[in-house]
């Protein structure tokens, strides 16, 4: 869906200009056409940048006005407060790795999540409390974790089953009470594979790494494609969840035509610490703390999954760097419509602000990698990192924090598949509907009674019989023949059963003044 759509037509004030660059970050500046700026063409952009439309050859500057904003490396959205789906999400994690255990960890900070359950065939309960409990690049865990028994943690006071399974089908996932399994062991990646763990009573799987047939995702950007009949689905690639809402920003607002992709990529696990064996990628073999390792991705290819307008638009490759954690994508692309550098970073910046806050951030400092460890934003725009060759030619930079970045919008793709599951139970959806409208018709009649009964001759009519309600919720009721009866014992001469709850009101006739 289009940010338009949302958004609507977001216009801001256009002022002339002689410059097109400042050194004042509160204003963006951005070229126009024509030499007499009252008199040129703009179409407001989607994310509140103003692009000429005039096919003249002559240039000339104008100015948006915008609020400046505190654009931190390290400002860290705060994580959803609550559930919006009903209750806690059960999950379950099987695969207890870098991403499996940093999904734990975020999920036991969250209101909506609720993680009961991991299996791992290789790591025995103790190993797991270890592993969870100290981690070389995001610290120790701040919480509590304790070993109850070879098949038990309690973190945070809550119990976890632990598992040793290495079939799926054998993961008593439905004995857990687990809904969604997080498929993070890096094996089961196809659909066939990963709903093995419907066998054993999950419901939903998702995978935590590119599928070669699974539906892919990438919150943020296509996510509110998810249809409930999907069963298994893929989170894409950490590269992918950078990457794409950075091209969605671009491509919605000026049009991408074409473009390359680089990502200078930390190191994985896959990789040697020394030279060694790879069969498949002899240069994969090297020693990853003594290299710069140029490689093969699909990450950028991946795009066009989740923005069907970009395929074949885009491809790219990676460099592995002896880093721990926090990668880097440069997008050089080629642009449909005429734009400069810096209206690019208002469009970015506008994006970061509202339709994708918390998952597109914006940066104009001097940062470096180790500045976006722990960030849960999905990709964090570098605006001093980029550069621009011509109005249509530009590279653009993003960081991301490969890991932590990529953990938290798994959580989120699962929370978001709840929902959509949960509006997608007519019978769910129709009695909450119903009890909704039960609820307010109760509240404005309770209104209407308690106004009248301090009102006695409010009910008043012309020639026709009133009635002035002077006692409330008297008793439960089960027919108005009953209500009455109850009424009569206590002085009243009438009495209906009303509301959802059936409480009786007891009545009296009106008071004329």
């Not at 126009?32 to 040129?40: E, F, I, R, Y």
């Not at 996932?173 to 999950?202: C, M, P, Q, R």
């Not at 699909?298 to 885009?314: F, R």
Request: proline share 4%.
């Amino acid at each position: 869906m289009a940010f338009s759509s949302l958004l609507g037509s977001a216009q801001s004030p256009v002022i002339g200009a002689e410059a097109c660059r400042t050194s004042d970050r509160s204003t963006i500046s951005c070229r126009g056409l024509g030499s007499n700026v009252n008199s040129m063409k703009f179409q407001s952009s989607i994310f509140g940048a103003n692009i000429s439309v005039d096919s003249s050859s002559t240039w000339k500057s104008v100015t948006r006005i915008t609020q400046p904003i505190k654009a931190t490396a390290t400002e860290i959205p705060p994580t959803i407060p609550k559930s919006r789906s009903s209750g806690k999400t059960k999950i379950g994690i099987n695969g207890f790795g870098r991403i499996g255990r940093l999904v734990l960890r975020i999920a036991t900070f969250r209101d909506d999540i609720d993680v009961v359950a991991v299996n791992d065939p290789f790591v025995d309960a103790k190993y797991m409390a270890y592993m969870f409990k100290y981690d070389s690049t995001h610290g120790p865990y701040k919480g509590t974790i304790n070993v109850v028994n070879e098949s038990t943690l309690e973190i945070n006071g809550k119990q976890i089953k632990i598992s040793n399974k290495r079939d799926p089908a054998e993961i008593p996932w439905g004995d857990y009470g687990t809904d969604y399994v997080v498929e993070s062991s890096g094996v089961f990646t196809t659909i066939d594979k990963a709903s093995l763990h419907k066998k054993g009573g999950a419901k939903k799987v998702v995978i935590s790494a590119p599928s070669a047939d699974a539906p892919m995702f990438v919150v943020g950007v296509n996510e509110k494609t998810y249809k409930p009949s999907m069963d298994v689905v893929s989170n894409a690639s950490c590269t992918t969840n950078c990457l794409a809402p950075l091209a969605k920003v671009v491509h919605e607002e000026f049009g991408i035509l074409e473009g390359l992709m680089t990502t200078v990529h930390a190191t994985t696990a896959t990789q040697k610490t020394v030279d060694g064996p790879s069969m498949k990628d002899w240069r994969g073999g090297r020693g990853a703390g003594q290299n710069i390792i140029p490689s093969s991705t699909g990450a950028a290819k991946a795009v066009g999954k989740v923005l069907p307008e970009l395929n074949g638009k885009l491809t790219g490759m990676a460099f592995r760097v002896p880093t721990p954690n926090v990668s880097v994508v440069d997008l050089t692309c080629r642009l449909e419509k005429r734009a400069s550098y810096e209206d690019v970073k208002a469009a970015i910046k506008y994006a970061s602000e509202g339709p994708l806050k918390g998952i597109l951030g914006y940066t104009d400092e001097d940062v470096v990698s180790n500045d976006f460890v722990g960030d849960s934003r999905s990709s964090i725009f570098d605006a001093k990192a980029g550069i621009g060759l011509s109005a249509s030619f530009m590279k653009l930079v993003s960081w991301y924090d490969n890991e932590w970045g990529y953990s938290n919008r798994v959580l989120d793709l699962i929370e978001h598949m709840a929902l959509r599951v949960l509006s997608s139970n007519p019978h769910r959806v129709v009695y909450w509907q119903e009890m909704a409208t039960k609820v307010f018709f109760s509240f404005i009649l309770m209104l209407l009674l308690l106004f009248s009964s301090e009102n006695p001759g409010i009910l008043r009519a012309e020639g026709r019989s009133c009635e002035s309600q002077s006692h409330l919720f008297h008793g439960k009721c089960f027919s108005d023949r009953n209500c009455r009866h109850v009424c009569a014992n206590e002085g009243f001469p009438g009495g209906k059963c009303r509301g959802f709850r059936q409480r009786c009101f007891c009545t009296r006739p009106c008071v004329s003044n």
